[in-house]
């Protein structure tokens, strides 16, 4: 009996899973200055509730941008915060919001606040006053991948050009060092490691957090130390970090944070569950075609006699339901002959 | 879409179709992939250099018989369902077959005849399906009963009182005279099912003997498949018997060994049969005249398709309606 189906049995569908990984540099060029002046960059998209700031790859306005990272900052009402601050609520509120989704609450009900080593039971320093840099699906995919992380800053006194360090001696470069052994599993937003800014993992040395599955990094405001902070431009006057905290608005502390971003590096992971389709076609199947042109008249084109062997030419797999439905298709980059003299494992991975 | 890089590896490029997504975010369970099917729709078989070639063998000789078709470049997968996989590779266990069955339309005895009016017909390839009985009825007054202009319109408000002809025949057979006609087909190449795919917009598939036939899916381009088997209603696949004389000519479309012959009429849908938003939306520019008549028309067609031998013939219809009431 001819046939043109063939069906998979048992042993010709597998499950597979597996990670695939992409690399994902971002120079500060990037974050402040590339698309315009400091401040007025036209890839940087500024709200009129002002609790954020969104970082494109292009001026916003294009369909060609790609949304890249949201940067925003806040404290808690452990910190020195007074009504009197700027944008002093929603600073509050930026940091508890954030806190609860990535740190929980404690067996009271109250926000715990992000835990300078992770270790929470044990108490130990908060990280009060901190900027939030919330990358795009776009770029983390499923997750960050952990011990990948780096993060170099400008946090010297005086504030260089835009994108470049001369002005700023050392660089501040963070890292999740170790993280791919030493990461937290504490939080109700996945596992996250603790930023560290020297090559040995000790808690004087930790500045800040990543969640690795929220593609969330949490710095603290310390990484500044004493320096000072451009207001009006990176050429105008200089304010101290606490004074940018207090006495500036959140979107002002995001413009602050993002000029002094030199590079930021990380890989990111994609989950991919695929099945895979073993095509079998075996030395005595499909080689005959339904193809219109294969036949003049009935007789068979590649034949000159009925002793001849037919061929045909592989072009394209169809996957089909029990209800002959075409659910999914794959396309050969080139024919491929088929005749009784070979057989063929056309491979078919559908990844979800 | 664009084609694939032949210059290394082959490397397969695998989609998901359109009904897949659909049947995948149902997540009802009717995303199952049982079976599949090798198509070979890019390939031109006409360019095989062997003898049977109008400019002969190959001058470099067998090797490079298909060295033409291997070159053929290969599009990327369409999603859309209906695109792909339109002629099939056949299995077939026997090695030494030198001609295999065709499908063609039977337009040679009265009853199955074609239109044959090339103004505001089917230009002799097809079926006029009329899709109400006021637009019939304009037809038979400007034409008379018995024009012969009838053959082939069916009037689908009820294809049961069409003047003339109005089923779709269709005989599968060998178009060899190396096959005597005297002798059936052999049985591995007969079909077993036929499967027709229609617009379930303007089409209704009857029997016959004009019974409407349920269809077993609509897709999300809104075709019908039905499948039609020796056991549907109405005698819809017929064997086809061998010929008993030379002289019976005019028995099959073709000259060799008759297979199964599949029959059937249409019905006009709902949607046509009660308006013309379908005409004006995607039928053809202006309208035919027949008499002191004006209709709107609408192309579309019925695709039939051999189970066994994958072998598929599509059937032009032209759908009319009248302007006026």
Known sequence: MATTFKQLGQNDVTNTRTQLHEAIPMTGSLLSGTYGSFKSETNVKNFSHGMFQSVYDYPYLSSSANHIVDITMGYTTGSNNTTTHKQNGKKVQVYNQM??????????????????????????TKHKEVYFLSFSRLLVKDEIKKGTFSLTMMTGGGVGNPGTLNNDGSPLVLTDLNANTDFRVNSPAGEYGILY??????TSSAMGLIYYQAGIVVLTSSIFGTSSFATSSYAGGMVPVKKA???TTIQENCNFIRHRIANISFNNTTELNSTIYFCRANHNEFNYSSNPSYLSGSRIRVKEKASDNP?????????????????????????????????????????? | MGFLDNSGDIILDAVLTDTGRMRLAKGDGSFNISKFALGDDEIDYSLYRNNNHPDGAHANGSAYADLTILQSPILEAITNNTSQLHSKLVTISQLNLFDLPIMLLHTKTGGFKVNTNTTWGASGQGYVLISDET????IITELGATSVLLEGVINGSNPALSQLSHTIRIDQGLDTNANSAKKKLDANLMESQFIVEADNRFIKLMSAQNNPVNFNFVDDDQIASYFITAASQGGMVVDLQPIQNDNETNNYPFKGSPGKSLRFTLGSSDNIADSSYYFTLLGNTGTVTIGTKTFYSLDTVVRVTGATTGYKIDIPIRVLRSTTA
């Open chain 1, 99 to 124: 806190a609860q989704v990535l740190m929980g609450h404690d067996v009271s009900g109250n926000i715990q606040q992000f835990d300078r080593d992770g270790n929470i039971l044990a108490g130990g």
């Open chain 1, 197 to 202: 800014s020297g090559s040995t993992a000790q």
């Open chain 1, 245 to 247: 905290l207090t006495g």
């Open chain 1, 311 to 352: 061929n045909s030419y592989i072009t394209t797999i169809g996957l089909y339901s029990p209800d002959n439905e075409l659910l999914a298709v794959a396309k050969t980059s080139e024919p491929i002959k088929k005749t009784p003299a070979n057989e063929f494992t056309l491979r078919v991975r559908l990844d979800y």
């Open chain 2, 135 to 138: 637009s019939y009825n304009h």
